[in-house]
């Protein structure tokens, strides 16, 4: 069974860090991109991160660039997400989400599989 | 940046047809991927490129794309497919772009 399953979300203040992880398996992990997406409460879908198949090429949206750093270890066939600097407006449910094959940039790159979500709470 | 813009919400009785739409500039030469997500579940991949549909999704699900519109459509709706649907493409100044999001809600 393909399957995705994050840890390592919690609360935590602002300005502090946090990593995440995202645990895969039921597919060949080091062949496929790997991204991030978050999801304020009662909120829409935004993507965070994306990291290619052999970390070579990385890439984050605006509001986390510089703070975040997205990345894998395919010998543990595993994603992570540090996350310094955090500000209230991260507070979100993290989603680690299965890219296409190789690069994470891809004109037709969607999200196949996805997991159930690590909540991260920033508040004194 | 790039913006995708859909309906906050799409009413339909069971049995009948729900079209969810979601604008972009020049949309149509791009990509256009659909998501469902459920109440307290992640989100699930329904469509994608345009109008392909992933193993185990209903052929009741299916898509198209063109000018600055592209639209999910979902034919005999049942109670089941009441959910948040989202459209995604790919940009190359914004990357992955997501739109806002549209609350089916079966009659």
């Known amino acids: 069974e393909v399957q995705l399953v994050e840890s390592g979300g919690g609360l935590v203040q602002p300005g502090r860090s946090l990593r995440l992880s995202c645990a895969a398996s039921g597919f060949t992990f080091d062949d496929y991109a790997m991204h991030w997406v978050r999801q304020a409460p009662g909120k829409g879908l935004e993507w965070v991160s994306g990291i290619s198949w052999n970390s070579g090429s990385i890439g984050y949206a605006d509001s986390v660039k510089g703070r975040f750093t997205i990345s894998r270890d395919n010998a543990k066939n595993s994603l992570y997400l540090q996350m310094n600097s955090l500000r209230a407006e991260d507070t979100a449910l993290y989603y680690c989400?299965?890219?296409?094959?190789?690069?994470?940039?891809?004109?037709?790159?969607?999200?196949?599989?996805w997991g159930q979500g690590t909540m991260v709470t920033v508040s004194s | 940046s790039y913006v995708l813009t859909q309906p906050p919400s799409v009413s339909v009785a069971p049995g009948q047809t729900a079209r969810i739409t979601c604008g972009g500039n020049n949309i149509g030469s791009k990509s256009v991927h659909w998501y469902q997500q459920k109440p307290g579940q992640a989100p699930v991949l329904v469509v994608y490129d345009d109008s392909d549909r992933p193993s185990g999704i209903p052929e009741r699900f299916s898509g198209s794309n063109s000018g600055n519109t592209a639209t999910l459509t979902i034919s005999r709706v049942e109670a089941g497919d009441e959910a948040d649907y989202y459209c995604q493409v790919w940009d190359s100044s914004s990357f992955y772009v997501f739109g806002t999001g549209t609350k089916v809600t079966v009659l």
């Open positions: 989400a299965k890219g296409g094959y190789g690069e994470w940039e891809q004109t037709r790159g969607a999200f196949d599989i």
